[in-house]
């Protein structure tokens, strides 16, 4: 940091340390200040926004904690009720702050921040428009903005808001599942991909090993996994919901598996196989999991009792959410996939389409020119191109943010007075389909150079 923002503050360096500072109006370049090795400013860009998405998903987490009102009812003069500030009675409302109503009120902000800079960036060609500056640059400004339309989504009147809001959660949730799908695909492509191409050119048997290894973890992990779905969300007498979807869920995983090892398939894409089908396999497992945790019959859901462990709902009494473990693991798989999208250069052309996004040549010169100089800045990779798309980069994360919304929420409904909140059918649905839709995008993926046999899927 003292390299950024200067290590003293004599009145020699004065002049140098406001240029210094002015960095944070100006590009992303100048962000890293001599701190970090040379990068690619798309690469910059796009991590700084994913920052911004992380803050206000950190933001929502404290929110959401147990207990957290109660501390603040502690700090003098803060909350209502707590106290006085020089003598001047407060009238804050803690409560109106945390639960439910803050993070769908942070997600509607991250999400209105995302939507803004999408209908600003279309059609965004090279960095040589003018709009590309400001996709790449004035940070703080930008921060302000997200502070600014936070603290306005706030004062949005209760009633029907978050009822409203609750379904564009879950369709943007639904879309985000399949963004995720689609990344999954990807990373299990080049994954095979790069073992083998080790295998070969090492001839060596271990890559193989590690193949077969890592497969069978993954077939092993899924089967436990539906084990335990049949053992704890399902009834010898009833549950038949559960039983059912669990059971197509099975069926269609043992197809897709079945499909990517048919000579025919390998033919036309001989790196396709098991690894593949067995990431898709367990990431469809764990959307089954994830879908049969909102089931709202306690019978059938173990998992609903932990949610609502406050004890019994009066008008009085607003019900508090805790995680359970398909959060959890949402929380992981959204922060890796996010992560990914922000820094995914994908080998394959058409997810490279799918994703909009280009292997860029633009930059090689200024990324041999800043090593030759020395200089560690990040350099311009998009003056006779964008490497990805900016409007479809923001929907990326706009629909990220109403994701993370849902899955702090464990997709409960609230009501309109947000005294009660309900696990819908709704929910499970969603997840339900979105698995399904995803299982048939990757036996697409499979089958479509033997039905289109005239395009090039190489």
């Not at 109006?25 to 926004?49: D, E, M, V």
């Not at 959401?64 to 209502?80: A, R, S, T, Y």
């Not at 000579?263 to 396999?281: E, F, N, R, V, W």
Request: with cysteine; net charge neutral; aromatic share 14%.
């Amino acid at each position: 940091l003292g390299t950024c923002f200067g290590a003293s503050f004599n009145p020699s360096d004065m002049g140098m340390l406001l240029l210094q500072v002015s960095c944070l109006c100006g590009s992303a370049p100048c962000l890293l200040c001599g701190c970090c090795p040379s990068a690619k400013n798309s690469t910059i860009s796009r991590l700084l926004f994913t920052f911004f998405l992380f803050l206000g998903t950190l933001v929502s987490i404290i929110m959401i904690i147990p207990g957290v009102e109660k501390e603040l009812h502690k700090l003098p003069g803060f909350c209502e009720g707590s106290g006085s500030v020089l003598g001047v009675q407060t009238h804050v409302d803690c409560g109106s702050f945390l639960g439910h109503k803050a993070v769908y009120r942070m997600g509607f902000a991250m999400a209105a921040f995302f939507f803004l800079f999408a209908m600003i960036m279309v059609c965004v060609r090279s960095s040589k428009d003018p709009r590309a500056a400001v996709q790449n640059g004035f940070w703080f400004f930008k921060f302000l903005v997200l502070v600014g339309i936070t603290v306005g989504a706030f004062y949005i009147p209760d009633g029907a808001f978050t009822s409203v809001w609750f379904y564009f959660g879950v369709v943007g949730s639904f879309l985000f599942i399949l963004i995720q799908l689609v990344l999954l695909i990807d990373f299990a492509h080049s994954w095979s991909q790069l073992w083998l191409r080790n295998a070969g050119e090492s001839n060596a048997k271990g890559w193989y090993a590690a193949l077969c290894v890592i497969t069978f973890i993954f077939y092993a992990t899924s089967i436990a996994a539906i084990v335990l779905l049949y053992v704890y969300y399902t009834k010898p007498e009833g549950c038949t919901e559960g039983k059912v979807l669990i059971s197509i869920n099975l069926i269609l995983c043992l197809i897709v598996s079945a499909v990517s090892i048919l000579p025919k398939i390998q033919d036309a894409q001989p790196h396709s196989g098991l690894l593949q089908a067995s990431l898709i396999t367990l990431y469809t497992v764990y959307v089954t999991w994830s879908a049969l945790a909102n089931v709202p019959t306690q019978a059938c859901n173990p998992t609903l009792l932990v949610r609502n462990s406050t004890g019994s709902v009066t008008a009085t009494q607003l019900l508090t959410t805790w995680w359970d473990a398909p959060s959890i693991v949402g929380l992981i798989i959204f922060i890796l996939c996010t992560l990914f999208i922000s820094v995914r250069s994908s080998d394959h052309p058409q997810v490279n389409k799918l994703m909009l996004t280009e292997e860029s040549t633009a930059g090689v010169g200024s990324e041999a020119a800043a090593v030759e100089s020395g200089l560690h800045h990040a350099y311009d990779n998009e003056q006779d191109g964008v490497s990805y798309n900016y409007t479809f980069f923001h929907l990326c994360l706009l629909l990220a943010a109403l994701y993370i919304m849902m899955t702090l929420t464990n997709w409960y409904r609230p009501d309109e007075s947000l005294r009660v909140l309900t696990s819908p059918w709704t929910a499970v649905w969603v997840k339900i389909c979105s698995s399904w839709a995803g299982l048939l995008l990757y036996l697409w993926t499979l089958v479509a150079p033997l039905v289109l046999p005239d395009r090039d899927f190489s």
